[in-house]
């Protein structure tokens, strides 16, 4: 078990519930994507640099993303962005599949006319953002995938619940609250039927298509993405380097962002220029 800092604890919890109202660093902001108003959070002073993209995983939210949020907003213009039918987005009418997820960001982000952009996905988020970047490259500077999901060794939803179970000791659980309030706005049968998408989507068959610069981290207490599997989607890929989150688990954006943002920022500044 962590020692947890209180401080932190309730820093991270603040972070994450702050959306709608404005905070000292960002804000919320809504566009209209075929029809459907998407929700992001972004950063209100946006330093120069290339813009970072934040993609969350199944069936929560930009919420848990806000701790890592707040680590790049000084270095980066920062947007999380709430997938459509999850957290502040508006429910597009069906449950969308990764392909289907991807197009919606590529539009998305041709509504908002920002792009390229640094991706980072983490858990399922990171499954969308590879689909993203080999469907629409002209849109992904670089790619950073923290935690990625699914591990072909264990392609049930029964094994990957209990991966996942097994690291909850390890997660800030002030994230608890963060997690229930998504799952009420995405609902069960939509967070239900995206995990099915996710088992269903072979991301290291979409790899060899990305050509931008990525960077594959797992927390080293992560137990839904082990060592063997980012292996795997290292050889896979043409241009990839893998990182270690020092003491993180699988939530490393929410749990750890100071460590994971001092691997993500180096990457952010090697990747930019090129």
Sequence with gaps: M????????????????????PDAVF???????????????????????TPVLLVHGLAVSHRYMMPLAA??????PVRALDLPGFGL?????????????????????????EGPVAVLGNSFGAQVATALAAEHPALVKSLILVGPTMDSAAPTKPRQIWRWLRGLPHEDPGQLPVILRDLADAGLRRAWRTFGFALDDRIERRLPAVKS???????????????????????ALPRAETA?????????????PDELAALVIPFL????AQ
């Excluded at 289907?100 to 539009?107: E, F, H, N, P, T």
């Excluded at 270690?244 to 750890?256: E, F, G, I, K, L």
């Excluded at 500044?269 to 930019?272: A, G």
């Design 244 to 256: 270690v989150v020092p003491d993180a688990p699988h939530d490393a954006n929410y749990t750890s």
């Design 269 to 272: 500044e090697r990747t930019s």
């Design 27 to 49: 804000e919320s902001r809504w566009t209209e994507v075929d029809g459907v108003r998407l929700h992001h959070r972004a950063s209100r002073e946006d330093p120069p640099g």
């Design 2 to 21: 962590r020692d947890w800092n209180w401080k932190h604890l309730r820093d991270h919890y603040r972070l994450a519930a702050a959306a709608p109202r």
């Design 71 to 76: 680590r790049l907003a000084g270095r980066h």
């Design 89 to 113: 987005s508006a429910d597009p009418g069906r449950v969308a599949d990764v392909d289907a997820l991807a197009d919606w960001v590529a539009a998305w982000l041709d509504a908002v006319d």
């Design 213 to 235: 610069p990525v960077l594959i981290a797992r927390g080293a207490k992560e137990t839904v993405a082990p060592q063997r599997w980012v292996r795997e989607l290292d050889r």
